[in-house]
């Protein structure tokens, strides 16, 4: 019962990550309008639209990365605080698979690469941990 708890937690965790990651790319174009003629509603159109991105175009989609991670990240180990560190692990990993393959679809500079795979995922993992660890008390941090 206890596997089938963490099992279902993590799960849980994940999807309302990824729901954070999708929200804040949704509104992006919103918030930062895409450049002139670019369509970043299909792959195509980020395909197309990649050499007319500047670095403010970029802001958000690190930031959707990182906070989905870091929301999933905190919220097993604020449900699983004995268990963490390997439900976060799952988490971080799962984002950071998610974010090599979105690297090897769109093009993006170098810059962004790094900055996305290095410190999206698996450091905000570990920050969502330490966070629902000061936040809930030590047990988190196990």
């Known amino acids: 019962m206890n596997t089938l708890k963490f099992v279902l937690l993590t799960l849980v965790a994940l999807f309302v990550g990824s ?3 999708g929200a804040i790319v949704s509104i992006s174009g919103a918030i930062i309008p895409p450049p002139a ?9 980020l395909k ?3 050499a007319l991105m500047e670095p403010k175009h970029f802001i958000l989609p690190w930031l959707a990365h990182a ?13 699983q605080p004995t268990r ?5 692990l799952i ?8 974010g090599i393959m979105m690297v090897q679809m769109i093009p993006s500079p ?8 290095g410190l999206a995922y698996l450091p ?10 000061r936040i809930f008390g030590g047990s988190a941090r196990n």
């Not at 993992?125 to 629902?132: M, S, T, Y």
């Open 124 to 133: 905000m993992a570990l920050g969502g941990r330490w966070l629902a660890g």
């Open 84 to 88: 963490s560190l390997r439900a976060v």
């Open 37 to 45: 003629g670019a369509d970043f509603t299909t792959e195509a159109g």
């Open 110 to 117: 170098w810059w962004f690469i790094g900055a996305d795979l």
């Open 19 to 21: 729901l954070v990651n």
């Open 91 to 98: 988490i971080g990993v799962a984002f950071l698979v998610g």
């Open 48 to 50: 197309a639209s990649a």
């Open 67 to 79: 906070l989905g991670t870091l929301v999933g990240a905190f919220l097993v180990s604020w449900w």
